[in-house]
């Protein structure tokens, strides 16, 4: 890239001898150089002038741009689905699944926190971590299934970005309800 300093006479231009390019008005992108640079937030140029003169004069110097994230990833799953299965004679605070999720993001745009929908009350999440807890006796007699709905949002702001996966929780038969009889007392006639 080459551009005239001075556009009435050219006494100089400057070319970039870098393979990241960084042009005026020119937008930059967090995830253009990859990993290394979502993570540092900041890319180096360095930039050759030359003059226009006999014997032509080259400088050399470096220029530090710092990125600052914006909030444009949301949080993302490892699944769609999860399943889990608990025993119905688990204790409360029993722990059932962990699930967490990650965001390409930054800083407090990364930041992901946790909530939990459906279950009945049956079942809580840390909102931190993303582990799953019972909360409540469960009774596979009573219900089977539950069908949870796990939403990550990020700290993002003005605005926080937010996506969901599914938990279907299967409650595990445990013996214990004796047998019954269906008819109380039974009564019997013999004949001798």
């Known amino acids: 890239m080459s551009a005239n300093i001075n556009a009435k006479k050219p006494t100089h231009s ?37 003059s226009a003169g006999s014997p032509a004069l080259t400088g050399t110097g470096t220029i530090a741009v710092t990125v600052d ?33 990650s965001d390409a993001d930054a800083s407090t745009n990364a930041v992901i926190s946790y909530r939990l929908t ?12 993303g582990q799953i807890i019972t909360s409540a006796l469960l009774d596979r007699e009573a219900r089977e299934n539950y069908t949870l709905v796990v939403v990550a949002s990020d700290g993002g702001f003005p605005k926080a970005l937010s996506s969901s996966t599914s938990v279907l929780v299967s409650v595990a038969d445990v013996n214990d309800n004796p047998p019954k009889f269906q008819h109380h007392p039974y009564a019997h006639s013999c004949l001798l």
């Open 14 to 50: 400057y070319s970039n001898v870098s393979s990241r390019k960084v042009s005026p008005g020119q937008g930059c992108d967090r995830t253009d150089s990859g990993k290394a640079m979502r993570k540092a937030g900041f890319c180096h140029c360095f930039r050759s002038i030359c």
């Open 69 to 101: 994230d914006v909030n444009d990833n949301v949080p993302t799953f490892a699944f769609n689905m999860y399943f889990a299965t608990v025993p119905e004679d688990a204790p409360t605070g029993t722990d059932i699944l962990l699930v967490n999720s």
């Open 118 to 129: 459906g279950g009945n009350s049956q079942f809580t999440i840390n909102p931190s971590t």
